[in-house]
């Protein structure tokens, strides 16, 4: 079963405006990742945060982490038409003998209008 | 920065073939992944791979095997392919157990027939 439930599915705004994303998951997580993804193509690597960190900042970016409610947000601030893309939140568990093992959520479709 | 490549981009094979799907890292990377990516559905990993030879099943296993015979190489087989195996299916690879990202190839979007 998927870890990661995100929310919303899909997302539409205006050029300049902030765009939130939510993923919650079900089991203790080593830490959680945002990735993106453009039409057709692989993933990239946006931002990691760690079970033990609440918040973490790249650029436009801003994740927080929430343990006790098993849940993390991306922030986008002042977005543009080029950040229209999936986003997929991804988590790593507890357990050490699953490794790296890196499970996505469903993803949220943002679309950013000029 | 890290290369994942996927031996095809689109592919178009017959129900009931044995189907290879090839992916490559240049990194030296511990663990490699597959997924297969469906619209609704997000990205559901099939198998992931820790070490050579050292395998663990996802959460949607069954109709594939995989192949770890070398660190850079992981294979997934599709043992008899079936029209609800059409699918993207995505590789990706990271450093090492639990702490770093992943990197991906570019996807293979098979078609099966």
């Known amino acids: 079963s998927q870890q990661g439930e995100e929310d919303p599915q899909a997302l539409s705004i205006q050029e300049g405006e902030n765009a939130t994303m939510n993923c919650s998951y079900k089991?203790?997580?080593?830490?959680l990742q945002w990735y993106r993804q453009n039409s057709g193509r692989g993933l990239v690597h946006l931002i990691l945060?760690?079970?033990?960190?609440r918040e973490k900042h790249s650029g436009r970016l801003r994740v927080t982490l929430d343990t006790s409610k098993k849940s993390s947000s991306l922030l986008i601030t002042a977005s543009r038409a080029a950040d229209t893309a999936s986003y997929f939140c991804a988590t790593v568990g507890m357990i050490y003998n699953q490794g790296g093992k890196l499970i996505f959520g469903q993803g949220t479709e943002l679309s950013v209008k000029p | 920065d890290v290369k994942v490549t996927q031996s095809s981009r689109y592919l178009v094979k017959r129900t009931g073939e044995k189907v290879f799907l090839e992916c490559v890292q240049d990194m030296d990377h511990e663990n490699m992944f597959w997924y297969r990516q469906d619209p609704g559905l997000g990205l559901r990993l099939i198998y992931f791979s820790y070490d050579v030879k050292m395998k663990e099943k996802g959460d949607i296993p069954e109709g594939y095997s995989v192949s770890r015979e070398k660190k850079e190489r992981f294979s997934l087989i599709l043992e008899s392919a079936s029209t609800n195996q059409t699918s993207m299916y995505l590789c990706?690879?990271?450093?090492?157990?639990?702490?770093?990202?992943?990197?991906f190839g570019q996807g293979t979007r098979l078609t099966v027939v």
């Open positions: 990706a690879s990271s450093l090492s157990p639990r702490q770093t990202k992943a990197f």
């Open positions: 945060i760690r079970s033990n960190e």
């Open positions: 089991t203790s997580i080593n830490n």
